[in-house]
């Protein structure tokens, strides 16, 4: 699923390590989610889309969704 | 969450590795006791009591599967997702190797301890991780 992480990230100048300390997974996650890998859970993106202060539907782009399986 | 909060998921990782450090030194030590008993002292002690301390280097495996465990839990969802993936992997070639090897051993391969299992089974658990990992990279 493509996403704004890395522009959200960006405009806060934090390092993908900062951004996973902030939301308490490890960076590794930051990346496949950031690339698209990785689509998160409801609970994940809920984390993300309350620290961004920007609903969930903007941050993850629902238009992507193919309904294929990960 | 404030960014000076410790990661959970770092602080799972550094908890397993410490709990895996002292397990393995833990494991060595009573490798090397219970065998220098089985082979000294109680060479002659009852069956039962043999078995009691041949089975003792089983303790600190046990601690490293709660290890195992607790680190799984304390991990983020793509973690866990990336390491049951690899459990799961790891089962199945395991179960494949010893069905196939059970079929030649003894009439066209060399009988082996079953102890090879779960080596085969750790093998199969760190390549599996590997090639998983490199899914979400």
């Given at each position: 699923m493509k996403n704004r992480l890395k522009v959200l990230r960006a405009e806060n100048d934090w390092t993908q390590a900062e951004l996973a300390d902030r939301i308490g997974v490890a960076r590794q996650t930051i990346v496949a989610l950031e690339k698209g890998k990785y689509s998160p859970s409801l609970e994940l993106a809920f984390r993300l889309s309350k620290l961004f202060g920007k609903p969930v539907e903007q941050i993850f782009d629902p238009e992507n969704v193919d309904g294929k399986p990960e | 969450m404030a960014s000076t909060t410790i990661n959970p998921v770092k602080r799972a990782a550094q908890r397993y590795f410490i709990e895996f450090a002292i397990s393995m030194t833990a494991y060595v030590a009573t490798i090397w006791v219970s065998r220098s008993l089985l082979y000294g002292?109680?060479?002659?002690?009852?069956p039962g009591w043999q078995y009691v301390v041949a089975l003792l280097p089983l303790v600190p495996i046990l601690v490293v599967f709660g290890a195992v465990v607790r680190y799984m839990l304390g991990v983020d969802e793509l973690i866990r997702r990336i390491q049951v993936d690899s459990l799961a992997l790891a089962g199945g070639a395991t179960a494949l190797m010893a069905a196939a090897y059970g079929l030649i051993e003894g009439d066209y391969a060399p009988k082996l301890s079953a102890w090879w299992t779960f080596v085969t089974f750790m093998m199969a658990w760190l390549i599996a991780s590997f090639f998983v990992r490199r899914r979400y990279q």
């Amino acid at each position: 699923m493509k996403n704004r992480l890395k522009v959200l990230r960006a405009e806060n100048d934090w390092t993908q390590a900062e951004l996973a300390d902030r939301i308490g997974v490890a960076r590794q996650t930051i990346v496949a989610l950031e690339k698209g890998k990785y689509s998160p859970s409801l609970e994940l993106a809920f984390r993300l889309s309350k620290l961004f202060g920007k609903p969930v539907e903007q941050i993850f782009d629902p238009e992507n969704v193919d309904g294929k399986p990960e | 969450m404030a960014s000076t909060t410790i990661n959970p998921v770092k602080r799972a990782a550094q908890r397993y590795f410490i709990e895996f450090a002292i397990s393995m030194t833990a494991y060595v030590a009573t490798i090397w006791v219970s065998r220098s008993l089985l082979y000294g002292p109680m060479r002659t002690a009852s069956p039962g009591w043999q078995y009691v301390v041949a089975l003792l280097p089983l303790v600190p495996i046990l601690v490293v599967f709660g290890a195992v465990v607790r680190y799984m839990l304390g991990v983020d969802e793509l973690i866990r997702r990336i390491q049951v993936d690899s459990l799961a992997l790891a089962g199945g070639a395991t179960a494949l190797m010893a069905a196939a090897y059970g079929l030649i051993e003894g009439d066209y391969a060399p009988k082996l301890s079953a102890w090879w299992t779960f080596v085969t089974f750790m093998m199969a658990w760190l390549i599996a991780s590997f090639f998983v990992r490199r899914r979400y990279q």
